[in-house]
């Protein structure tokens, strides 16, 4: 990343976030979407799975309550209302028809014109970490889907059941691409993306054992930092925006 990057679009008033577990937005852009819902936008989110995978220790059938219980607690804090979950199983989260026709109908039902998504490619960090599956396929139908959403010949089912296509998404971002182009300044919100991050205290506590809060600043200030340089010096949450 060598250019400067731009503010983010403002002419919206809905959005959709849609990844594949608990705690991907609150790792990615909770500083963003805190300073959004302060300015009176609606943010909702979707998550692919329940997380259930995710802590060595808790059987799925137990994790699964726990991590829906703590992410709809961590959105709560960013002024999030709407959290909705679609029971594909974590881990093995396939791209493919199904995963589309489940968040191209929740498009349909949100009627965002920003739609957020996670990293969706194979690496992270210019190659240097690899990606999880989970991230790649909600990631990739998230962008395939926001076009299903507005076609009504692809799963017309979705109208039969009530839902109206919907072509008003202007732009799809993605959180942690190696590839930002715009981003948002992420001071305003930070304060409560630290606190959005450590309601997911369970899972935290079962990936390190540094003391919660202070993995959580630390991580988060390493995060909004990187883009600093390019963006006039501000901590920010850095976005690849794809135009619709």
Same mark, same amino acid.
């Given at each position: 990343?060598?250019?400067?990057?731009?503010?983010?679009?403002?002419?919206?008033?809905?959005?959709?976030?849609?990844?594949?577990?608990?705690?991907?937005?609150?790792?990615?852009?909770?500083?963003?979407?805190?300073?959004?819902?302060?300015?009176?936008?609606?943010?909702?989110?979707?998550?692919?799975?329940?997380?259930?995978?995710?802590?060595?220790?808790?059987?799925?059938?137990?994790?699964?309550?726990?991590?829906?219980?703590?992410?709809?607690?961590?959105?709560?804090?960013?002024?999030?209302?709407?959290?909705?979950?679609?029971?594909?199983? &974590?881990? /093995?989260?396939?791209?493919?028809?199904? #995963?589309?026709?489940?968040?191209? %109908?929740?498009? =349909?039902?949100?009627? $965002? !014109?920003?739609?957020?998504?996670?990293?969706?490619?194979?690496?992270?960090?210019?190659?240097?970490?690899?990606?999880?599956? &989970?991230? /790649?396929?909600?990631?990739?139908?998230? #962008?395939?889907?926001?076009?299903? %959403?507005?076609? =009504?010949?692809?799963? $017309? !089912?979705?109208?039969?059941?009530?839902?109206?296509?919907?072509?008003?998404?202007?732009?799809?971002?993605?959180?942690?691409? &190696?590839?930002?182009?715009?981003?948002?300044?992420?001071?305003?919100?930070?304060?409560? %993306?630290?606190?959005?991050?450590?309601?997911?205290?369970?899972?935290?506590?079962?990936?390190?054992?540094?003391?919660?809060?202070?993995?959580?600043?630390?991580?988060?200030?390493?995060?909004?930092?990187?883009?600093?340089?390019?963006?006039?010096?501000?901590?920010?949450?850095?976005?690849?925006?794809?135009?619709?």
């Amino acid at each position: 990343m060598t250019e400067q990057l731009k503010p983010m679009p403002e002419d919206w008033r809905r959005a959709l976030a849609v990844v594949a577990h608990p705690d991907d937005l609150e790792y990615g852009c909770a500083a963003a979407i805190a300073q959004w819902t302060d300015g009176g936008r609606e943010v909702a989110y979707l998550l692919a799975s329940r997380g259930e995978a995710g802590i060595d220790t808790i059987a799925p059938a137990e994790c699964a309550p726990l991590r829906e219980r703590e992410q709809r607690a961590s959105a709560a804090v960013v002024g999030v209302g709407a959290v909705d979950f679609l029971d594909h199983k &974590d881990g /093995v989260i396939e791209y493919g028809l199904g #995963l589309r026709r489940d968040i191209a %109908a929740a498009i =349909r039902r949100h009627r $965002p !014109e920003l739609v957020i998504t996670l990293n969706h490619r194979q690496t992270w960090g210019h190659g240097e970490a690899w990606n999880t599956p &989970d991230h /790649v396929a909600v990631g990739c139908a998230t #962008l395939d889907a926001v076009a299903d %959403a507005g076609n =009504r010949w692809i799963f $017309p !089912e979705l109208t039969e059941q009530g839902l109206e296509p919907w072509n008003g998404v202007r732009w799809v971002a993605v959180a942690g691409s &190696d590839r930002p182009t715009h981003a948002v300044d992420a001071a305003p919100g930070f304060e409560r %993306a630290v606190r959005s991050l450590l309601e997911h205290r369970a899972y935290i506590e079962a990936l390190t054992d540094e003391e919660p809060e202070t993995y959580v600043r630390d991580f988060l200030t390493t995060t909004t930092s990187m883009a600093s340089e390019h963006f006039g010096g501000r901590p920010a949450v850095a976005f690849e925006v794809f135009s619709r």
